[in-house]
Nanobody, 121 residues
Framework: QVQVVESGGGLVQAGGSLTLSCAAS????????MTWYRQAPGEQREQVAH???????SYSNSVEGRFTISGDSAKNTVHLQMNDLKPEDTGVYYC???????????????WGQGTQVTVSS
């Protein structure tokens, strides 16, 4: 069984900062990547930042230069440092982990339940 849990959301004023964390736990053989998405009310879920083990992180245009994703593949965790937050960054932030469970050969993507980020103007 694999679980993905996000933490660190909250309310912050525009221009402020927050750090989100995401941890995958359980019977994990190997992690490939972890990705942050967000979903604003009435909007589709969009990819925000992507961490791939041994690779280069990538960001959406809307957060490039303000958000930084970092990961620890040994701990199956990623962090999303969010600076200079704007009201349009408001939404539920979801994390997923693409990994291979123990005892298997296939790769799967697991999602967390999300954490709310609210940026006030």
């Amino acid at each position: 069984q694999v679980q993905v849990v996000e933490s660190g959301g909250g309310l912050v004023q525009a221009g402020g900062s927050l750090t989100l964390s995401c941890a995958a736990s359980g019977s994990i053989s190997k992690l490939n990547s972890m990705t942050w998405y967000r979903q604003a009310p009435g909007e589709q879920r969009e990819q925000v930042a992507h961490f791939i083990v041994g690779g280069i992180p990538s960001y959406s245009n809307s957060v490039e230069g303000r958000f930084t994703i970092s990961g620890d593949s040994a701990k199956n965790t990623v962090h999303l440092q969010m600076n200079d937050l704007k009201p349009e960054d408001t939404g539920v932030y979801y994390c997923n982990a693409h990994l291979r469970p123990e005892g298997g050969t296939r790769w799967f993507t697991y999602w967390g339940q999300g954490t709310q980020v609210t940026v006030s103007s």
